[in-house]
């Protein structure tokens, strides 16, 4: 089984900075498509920020520039959120795509990122 654990998630001020992390763990998988997705109350789930195999990244406009996602040689990836906004007030889900005997997608349970004074 492989599985998500998230974390980096809590409250902070408009302005400020957030790294949240997704450690992926299990055996005999390999990642295609790292990404982030987030859902505010209300509105559907939207992709912020995806990492391929390749290295090919790309981002929500909203948060281009703001934030980055990266990955470790341990199977763990990151987005580092900076210049938050309250706006970007929504619960943020860690998601891949791998195969793992066959193709599948694995997600995480959810960080609840809120920005506010």
């Known amino acids: 089984q492989v599985q998500l654990v998230e974390s980096g998630g809590g409250l902070v001020q408009p302005g400020g900075s957030l790294r949240l992390s997704c450690a992926a763990s299990?055996?005999?998988?390999?990642?295609?498509?790292m990404g982030w997705y987030r859902q505010a109350p209300g509105k559907e789930r939207e992709l912020v920020a995806r990492?391929?195999?390749?290295?090919?990244t790309n981002y929500a406009d909203s948060v281009k520039g703001r934030f980055t996602i990266s990955r470790d040689a341990k199977n763990t990836v990151y987005l580092q959120m900076n210049s938050l906004k309250p706006d970007d007030t929504a619960v943020y889900y860690c998601?891949?795509?791998?195969?793992?005997?066959?193709?599948?997608?694995?997600w995480g349970k959810g960080t609840l990122v809120t920005v506010s004074s």
């Open positions: 998601n891949l795509e791998i195969v793992h005997t066959y193709r599948m997608l694995v």
């Open positions: 299990g055996s005999s998988f390999s990642i295609l498509v």
């Open positions: 990492l391929t195999s390749g290295g090919d």
